[in-house]
């Protein structure tokens, strides 16, 4: 059973830092592009950050120049370091991957975890 596991996620005060992981586990065959997502309280879920399997990246424009993404493929996983946190990072931290699972067939399939709190105080 593949799945992916975050962690990392607690409460800081603003201007902290915190970094998030995420494992996927499972019989997996290659992990293409990986990324984070987030979701504040009456709000829609967001893209913060992807990164392709070769190491492109990508941020929404709230987060450029205070978080980064990286992966580790030997590891199958994906970090996100957040720098200078601020209340309005306050969120659900979701990890998220497409994935193809068989070197027999081509198919993507995409997953996420089940999301760790970061709770930014003022």
């Known amino acids: 059973q593949v799945q992916l596991v975050e962690s990392g996620g607690g409460l800081v005060q603003a201007g902290g830092s915190l970094r998030l992981s995420c494992a996927a586990s499972?019989?997996?065959?290659?992990?293409?592009?990986m990324g984070w997502y987030r979701q504040a309280p009456g709000k829609e879920r967001e893209l913060v950050a992807g990164?392709?399997?070769?190491?492109?990246?990508t941020y929404a424009d709230s987060v450029k120049g205070r978080f980064s993404i990286s992966r580790d493929n030997a590891k199958n996983t994906v970090y996100l370091q957040m720098n200078s946190l601020k209340p309005e990072d306050t969120a659900v931290y979701y990890c998220?991957?497409?994935?193809?699972?068989?070197?027999?067939?081509?198919?993507?399939?995409?997953?996420w975890g089940q999301g760790t709190q970061v709770t930014v105080s003022p």
């Open positions: 499972g019989s997996i065959f290659r992990i293409n592009t």
């Open positions: 990164i392709t399997s070769g190491g492109t990246t």
């Open positions: 998220n991957a497409d994935m193809r699972l068989s070197i027999i067939s081509t198919k993507i399939v995409n997953y």
